[in-house]
């Protein structure tokens, strides 16, 4: 089965919760019938779709039965009581492996919920399933088609989480975001995507990296954000961090006064039809009376430039060096099960010195201060969230990046910022996003600026 | 068997390793004779000490006979080549389980090498076997029993590092901190031990809370430093964390100009042998032209003591909001296996929201913000390692601490500040470690100013 859907944002309806929950209250809808929903679009979408590796379809069944009884007796437990949901399958759950997307992981089942996990658990939110991962959340891809052309790559790591909101098949979805793993796939497959403050949401067992982040999927803003001060509610950030600040309450939309364009390295990568798309989108804004300002016009903006100019390749030492030990436990006993990213990676790693990585680590602090500078320049900062609509997969097979280029999202994990995804415009009928980037604990911030530019009819 | 010696710092031979590698280099001892003088002390000692859940006998000898083998060829792969080493079983070890005192994990064997096991072994050292942690390195005690005196606490929740090192059965073990679980326990059982800058040495994959430390216990100064700079030269500190600073070279001794002295919230604990035996080291210290600075003389000092004032519960309360989740997950399937003062953790925990979480942390940055300030008026901070020698363990059976009371400890870990203990005093008999506590990234510093205290004749 293949699928090739038209993507347009004005027309295309994605699948929200907190509008059915309403319906729950009222007795005209509950989880079970909401969850049974689900499941037909996953029976209908999932063969060409590919984003599943497990499916707890019983268990979901039971999770919603008991929300069900919660809503009869007037007490939900939270705003995404009853909601379906799919976790990356590099988390930990209880009731299912985590396999990471590597064979040396085949039948691992620690039989524990990583703390987000048991947060939704917590709040009534309903476990569904596990999402396709790249190989240890890496760049080799897995099975994963693109929700709108199966031909296309759904983008990675967070591959499944990304397809399958894009599908419909669920309303959120949790991934994750090491270099670009939540911004990417979100944009390639239309969906909205919180990758918070470093250490915004608690990442629990998963903690090798100091760039990596989990991230929240959904087809709707007011979904990605409630579910996500859900999770921090109930399991904080990472610890010893103040955890995303915010009210359940989703952000309402900000009209910004002066919006900042970044570029980054992928800036000459933009095929002509997304740039075109772009700077169409950047007048309709100036339109509005938002004040654009662009490389060249600011000094700060220009230094934040240069101190991201190396993004991809100063995250990618940051991490081999990181996960070289681990890297090298599993290239021991499972070397046949590394993909050539990961071999890569490891013997980048291995050619490193703690001096190597101590002078990457200050490189990184110093983009974080020039991000920092810009905090009087602008309210937030824009850029695309890809090069472009999702390639390809057969046009970007064997290459550096067989999932997408990673520039445009991996500004965020290398600076730590909060970056909102949302899926404002088409290119030749497929998504692309729109980022809004800002400062460190900002996520409500540039989620309230990216719900109005969501209304703000750039397309 | 029952052991009782009598400890005396003038006196006392520990089991060390940098003198051996002389003579392994110069062909009059070797690595495997080493580590079957050690077989032979755990044989004697380990029926009362009982500091180990597990020994690899046999992969220690055969990794004993590769050292050996290198040194044959002249290519020792580090200083520590070929050095016996115990690993606290909260850290995950390829070849043996990883229980963590706690019957939940009986059989957890995850068969991989945890950050610093893998830098070990990398560095030739032998894995000899993992050391009695208290329960998930809380405070329920295991079965070990004090190196001098088995009617006495070893601590916690480093008992068997700390005990196995105090027994000379090998020369360092590793150890873990998040209140008080490597000084305190090296100070009961007579060991140097490094507690690092936070961050300073990788957890590998336990990071679940942000005062836990990995720390080096040792007999002597010299082991300590470079087992730690070896580990560190190939696993780095935690991600994001530039790791201890220094080469392999153990620092040399220094003299301060200038020592503050820290009472913290367990002076009004101190028994009056111990209080004595430490006024009595401050005035030797003193006789010897360094200045000591102490409470009521520096207004920057009496505010550090009033941050530090609340240090365990403040650090209770922050270590309970951050292992709330993975506590509700034991407690669900294995409520039994939890002693009480991990319930009383998890009851805690349920009693905080976010919010007050949020508040501890800014409690905790404001006392690094006092110490920071201190960094002007002395070159580093002394105070006891403990309230006292070992206490008895039918004393404390049932106590709010039953191994031993943590404030002295506790406060280098709320500021995440290196500190290191030198077994100079003793007190009835038996050992009571001088900890030396200075700014972030002054581990190199603080064990040279230790060192210099080993050599100022005190006791």
Known sequence: METTLTYSPATHKPLTFHTAREDFIGGTDNARAYLERCLETIDAREPAVLGWVTLNREGARQAADASVERYRAGRPLSLIDGMPIGIKDLIETRDMPTEMGCAAFKGNFPKRDSALVRALRDAGAIVLGKTVTTALGFLDAGPTTNAFDARRTPGGSSSGSGAVVGANMVPVAIGSQLVGSVIRPASFNANWALKPTYGGINRGERMGFSQSHVGVHAGSAIDMWQTTIEIVQRAGGDPGHPGVYGTTEAPKPIKPK??????????????????????????????????????????????????????????????????????????????????????????????????????????????????????????????????????????????????????????????????????????????????????????????????????????
Chains 1, 2 share one sequence.
């Open 258 to 459: 002066r919006l900042a364009v970044f570029e980054s390295e992928g800036w000459p990568r933009l095929d002509a039809a997304s740039r075109e798309a772009f700077e169409k989108a950047l007048s309709a804004i100036a339109a509005q009376g938002v004040e654009i300002v662009r490389r060249g016009q600011s000094q700060k903006l220009e230094a934040l430039e240069r101190a991201i100019a190396d993004c991809t390749a100063l995250s990618m030492r940051l991490n081999a060096w990181e996960q070289r030990w681990s890297l090298a436990n599993i290239a021991e006993q499972h070397m046949d099960t590394l993909g050539p990213s990961l071999r890569e990676s490891l013997e980048l790693g291995r050619g490193l010195t703690l001096d190597d990585f101590r002078e990457s680590l200050r490189e990184r602090e110093a983009a974080r201060t020039q991000l920092a500078a810009l905090a009087s320049e602008c309210d937030a900062l824009i850029s695309l969230a890809a090069c472009g609509p999702a390639p390809l997969i057969d046009d970007i097979k064997g290459t550096a990046f067989p999932t997408g280029d990673v520039s445009f999202s991996c500004v965020s994990s290398l600076l730590g910022a909060p970056s909102v995804t949302t899926p404002v415009l088409a290119v030749n009928g497929m998504p692309l996003g729109i980022q809004v980037m800002g400062q460190h604990h900002d996520d409500a911030k540039v989620t309230g600026i990216a719900c109005w530019l969501a209304n703000a009819s750039l397309g």
